[in-house]
């Protein structure tokens, strides 16, 4: 199974992701404790990761910048966009992404050979 872990490589618990990104950032690698967390929001939006992400855009020296702005910002340097494509259909003829983009889509390459 697939998970957002997978795909953002992530552990696959978001608690530990986030863990993670507090214990490096208190160790002093502040801006890759800071990247974990930007990256834990893909799979899990919680109060207390936006309260430690605008704390640390605030301890970063970030108070030039909205918090929102920055980290929407953030969270699109970090995207990873499908490219465009057309698959056979089960229920249809083809796929295209572009039709199922406004919900999550597990794609799963398999050969029964």
Known sequence: MLSGGDVLELPHESDLAYRLGWALYQ????????????????INDSP????????M????????????EWLAEERASRAVEAPGFTLPGYLADTVQLSEILDR????????PT
């Open 57 to 68: 855009h605030e301890a970063l020296g970030g108070e030039a910048v909205d918090f929102r």
């Open 27 to 42: 160790a002093g690698q502040a801006e890759l404790g800071t990247d974990w967390l930007i990256r834990t929001t893909f």
């Open 104 to 111: 999550a889509t597990l794609v799963s390459f398999w050969s």
């Open 48 to 55: 207390q990761l936006e309260q430690s992400l605008q704390y």
